[in-house]
């Protein structure tokens, strides 16, 4: 063990046997290489193995350890301990979503939000697969490839201020994964998905604080994408009113 430790101060709810949550201390060793993720492991494995959290591949990549660190949404796996040392850090479920247990929150409504705006190409026409793929230039894949990097990791819903005050926002990420739908040559999906991303609970639900942007671990910028949403669906209201159908 390590001459020097930290204390964690994490939130604990089982609610088998908790009314409500409550914080319990722990104190791990500190290490200048070590992230709050391995300060989580350590304590499972040697304070208390009845801890819950998830986490998967350590590496910034699956989005899994999400959590609020000190009242930010952080990933677990690249946030350090040396950033709070010496003074304890705080480390609970990400906000705006229910908590299942301990640190695990309900994924339920995010990911029936994400289906909502059918992140996936849509096709009319469907070629055989031995016709070969559809293809892109580069100036056509550079249209969404920021917006195609979302990992899931939800920060963007915990840091939202709209998400906290109407939960029936659609929300960052699944606006912005919609969005880069909308942008690919490749899909035929835009009236469908566009009726969501454009919806009172779509893009028009934004207040633009920016946030989401602020805290995503991947730089998306679903505050960009958002915005550039709307303009989407400014435009295609227009095509609407003044072009009939088949011709936008």
């Known amino acids: 063990m390590a001459d020097e430790t930290i204390i964690l101060r994490v939130l604990r709810y089982r609610p088998e046997q908790d009314s409500e949550p409550t914080f319990q201390e722990y104190e791990v060793p500190y290490r200048k290489d070590w992230v709050v993720l391995d300060a989580l492991n350590w304590i499972k494995e040697y304070k208390d193995g009845t801890l819950s959290f998830r986490w998967s591949c350590r590496m910034g990549v699956c989005g899994s350890c999400g959590m609020m660190v000190n009242g ?50 849509i096709r009319e026409d469907v ?15 550079y249209r969404y490839k920021q917006f195609s990097m979302c990992i899931n990791c939800m920060l963007c819903y915990a840091a939202c201020p709209v998400v906290g005050l109407h939960p029936e926002f659609i ?33 028009w639900g934004c207040t633009f604080v920016g946030e989401c942007s602020e805290v995503c671990p991947k730089h998306v910028d679903p505050a960009a994408a958002i915005q550039q949403g709307k303009v989407m669906a400014t435009l295609d209201w227009f095509k609407r009113l003044l072009m009939p159908r088949g011709q936008r």
Request: with cysteine.
């Open 72 to 121: 930010r949404a952080r990933l677990t796996c690249n946030t350090f301990l040396r950033e709070f040392y010496p003074n304890p850090i705080t480390v609970e479920p990400l906000v705006n979503f229910d908590i299942e247990r301990d640190l695990v929150i309900c994924m339920d409504p995010f990911i029936e939000k994400l289906k909502r705006v059918k992140p996936w190409i």
């Open 171 to 203: 929300g960052p990420a699944a606006l912005a994964l919609g969005i880069r739908y909308l942008l690919d040559s490749r899909d035929q999906g835009w009236d469908e998905r566009m009726e969501e991303v454009a919806s009172h609970d779509g893009v």
């Open 127 to 141: 070629k055989p697969v031995e016709d070969g793929p559809y293809e892109q230039s580069p100036a056509e894949l």
